[in-house]
């Protein structure tokens, strides 16, 4: 008996299309995060633009969100993979409350878990395009650490992602105190979210502030910070540059 093999039509899901995909570069993305540790918990601000590209699509973008009782997560990057990631996290809490036992998951754990998630999506090729600020407070203990897209991961009391980094973390290691008060903890975060709005093009003036304490998590309307534009090196900033630009 001879078989023939069957062709199959081109639009067919077994054709080439449904070879696995890669994301090759992000497409709506958000910027820095930064967060601190205060006397009480921890302190993290985020704005809420979304950049498609270079153009400021959208500007009502939430990139804080509560994980159980005792952490909370800041993103950078990719706002699908961001989602995609609170899609892992729900299961994950969803299972560690069906043991019912009295226990919950911590920062430590949940952090130890992205960590995880991150590199092992790396070491597909296939990484998720984010970069991670994870904070909490259990039984006392402060915990803040940041996870990149390839899972290089740490710990500190101040973090920071994306422009942040380079520019907020200079102010953060000069002003930065283990007994900072929450008033002085928010107006050290608006004094570095206003820098990255000055210097940031994909910044925007509409930011959100998230506090975790041991008695639960907040986080504030959005609000915009008073800015000044009038400095010198604003007016005219090519003046005294070396080069066609």
Known sequence: ??????????????????????TLYPYVTGTSVVALKYKDGILMAADMGGSYGSTLRYKNVERMKAIGKHSLL?????????????RYLDDLILYDNMWDDGNSLGPKEVHNYLTRV??????????????LVLGGIKNGQKYLGTVSMIGVNFEDDHVATGFGNHLARPILRQEWHENLSFED??????????????????????LQIAKITEEGMTISQPYSLKTYWEFSAFENPTQGAVGSW
């Open 1 to 22: 008996m001879n078989f023939m093999a069957s062709k199959q039509p081109e639009n067919s899901l077994l054709g080439p299309e449904a070879d696995s995909q890669r």
């Open 74 to 86: 800041g993103a950078s990057g990719e706002i699908s993979d961001f989602q995609e990631i609170l």
């Open 118 to 131: 991150m590199y092992n999506r790396r070491n597909k090729f296939n990484p998720l395009w984010n970069s």
């Open 185 to 206: 903890g928010v107006k050290l975060l608006e004094k570095c979210m206003r820098v990255l709005l000055y210097r940031d093009r994909s910044a925007i003036n509409k």
